[in-house]
């Protein structure tokens, strides 16, 4: 993770909560928000359940798949161009 942030080793009170995204609010008075997002985005989908940085598993499985359309497009654009 970026700089000396790190995401707990152990639960936080947004892992003991289940997968109910209402507990995502509790996600955004952390100050690990941001860190927190970026790392369980490059996790892998099936190792990883739960609330982490205000996202679910499926939206993290949403924004996954966005982010792959977003490259595929920008890469055929790049192949238009050489």
Do not use: E, Y
């Amino acid at each position: 993770m970026p700089g000396n942030h790190r995401v707990p080793a152990t639960p936080g009170r947004c892992r003991t909560r289940g997968q109910d995204p209402s507990f995502v609010s509790v996600c955004f008075a952390c100050p690990l928000l941001n860190p927190c997002r970026a790392w369980a985005l490059d996790q892998p989908a099936q190792r990883l359940h739960g609330i982490w940085g205000a996202t679910t598993h499926p939206g993290r499985r949403h924004l996954r798949k966005r982010h792959r359309k977003a490259n595929q497009t920008a890469a055929a654009g790049d192949a238009l161009d050489a």
